[in-house]
């Protein structure tokens, strides 16, 4: 969802003034206004997801007898609080510094300073608990390396699919984002929405890299993908073989009928 949502906004960012400016090559600003906290919404949902994936491994791998009750409300509202409300949270600070559908407010000396403290003490608690989350998990496989095999396995693969995703995000959307503020409080506007423009560029891949690396990376991913790509050609081979039995089978009631009637002549 965060792909579509963020390629229907198309938006550009840069800097003038004291005004960040997000608009869209493609919508009236209304409605790219709409798609593109859509798309942070879908972002931040993507990253809450990763997260709680990586408690419940904690979790699994920490408490082997005890089982959650995946069908109760008591699990279901928490889990979808914790995966929605950043996303929440952050149209919210953008809502209070917006000054019109395709502009908003951004400078140290104004209500901006809630936005940007949102989103670093977001990347900073988030970083956080997935590291201490994580550290949990290496000392308990180090502590009881006896652990059941197929817990083990699932917990590490899910690990290494969230640090994938982790980095990812810091390559592709942390780090130009915060150059391009850090730039944009130096006074330096044309390098920020440079830094701006680079940032889009590299989020409009993020999701094609992670799926790639995903691929390459895990085994049951490269097995699932080329039993697709197998099945795709197969489906092909066999399109091919029906289109030329068709033919053929045309081509012999054609010659039959012309026998039967020079036969009648």
Not at 178 to 200: D, G, K, R, T, Y
């Amino acid at each position: 969802m965060f792909s579509i949502s963020f390629f229907l906004a198309s938006p550009i960012i840069y800097v003038f003034g004291f005004q960040l400016h997000v608009e869209s090559l493609t919508l009236s600003p209304v409605f790219g206004f709409t798609m593109w906290h859509l798309a942070l919404f879908f972002f931040t949902v993507q990253l809450q997801f990763s997260l709680l994936m990586l408690m419940y491994a904690s979790y699994k791998i920490t408490h082997p007898l005890g089982r959650l009750k995946l069908k109760s409300l008591w699990v279901w509202i928490p889990a979808l609080s914790f995966i929605t409300l950043p996303g929440c949270g952050l149209f919210a600070v953008f809502y209070i510094t917006k000054t019109s559908y395709s502009s908003y407010r951004f400078s140290i000396h104004d209500s901006a300073l809630v936005l940007i403290g949102y989103i670093f003490i977001y990347g900073f608690s988030y970083f956080s608990t997935s590291a201490l989350f994580i550290i949990k998990i290496r000392r308990f496989l180090a502590k009881w390396p006896g652990t059941n095999m197929a817990t083990t396995k699932l917990v590490n693969t899910v690990v290494k699919n969230f640090l994938i995703a982790l980095l990812n995000v810091v390559v592709v959307g942390a780090t130009p984002l915060f150059v391009a503020i850090i730039l944009s409080f130096l006074a330096l506007p044309n390098a920020s929405s440079i830094m701006f423009e680079i940032q889009l560029k590299t989020m409009t891949v993020y999701v094609t890299v992670s799926t790639v690396s995903s691929i390459f990376i895990f085994t049951p991913y490269r097995k699932y993908t080329l039993k697709m790509i197998n099945c795709v050609l197969c489906f092909k081979r066999n399109g091919i073989m029906t289109v030329s039995i068709v033919k053929l089978s045309r081509t012999k009631s054609l010659k039959a009928s012309g026998l039967k009637q020079t036969g009648h002549k």
